[in-house]
């Protein structure tokens, strides 16, 4: 039975050369559902800011300003936390704006 290799014998693998950022891929060509807001019914408490895992929710002064649709991925989170009685987001299939 061979002897296991020391960790300087062993070739240099995969280098991680700084932290990685979803913001660098634009993860909104994996969408195939498109978040739609309402303002009128939007109250502002920004839980799917908080909650967006691509930081995908624009605010602005506070308040939703929109949705960065170069990165949001559809994953339809924003519309699960807004807020039951208000409901100010509906996912919609991409296909409604894409022809
Ligand atoms: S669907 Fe909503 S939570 Fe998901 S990436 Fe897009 S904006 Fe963010
Ligand atoms: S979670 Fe709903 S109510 Fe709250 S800021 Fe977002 S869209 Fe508006």
């Given amino acids: 039975m061979s002897e296991l290799k020391g960790w300087k014998d062993i070739p240099i693998g995969g280098v991680i050369a700084e932290g990685g950022t ?16 309402d303002e009128e019914k939007c109250i502002d408490c920004l839980d799917c800011w ?21 990165h949001c991925k559809g994953c339809g989170i924003c519309e699960a936390v807004c ?9 919609k299939p991409e296909s409604e704006f894409n022809g």
């Avoid at 908080?50 to 170069?70: R, S, T």
């Fill in 22 to 37: 979803a913001y660098d891929y634009e993860t909104g060509s994996w969408r195939s559902f498109r978040p739609v807001h």
């Fill in 50 to 70: 908080f909650c967006c895992p691509d930081g995908a929710i624009l605010v602005k002064d506070k308040k939703f300003e929109g949705f960065d649709l170069e």
């Fill in 83 to 91: 807020p039951p009685k208000v409901h100010a987001i509906t996912m």
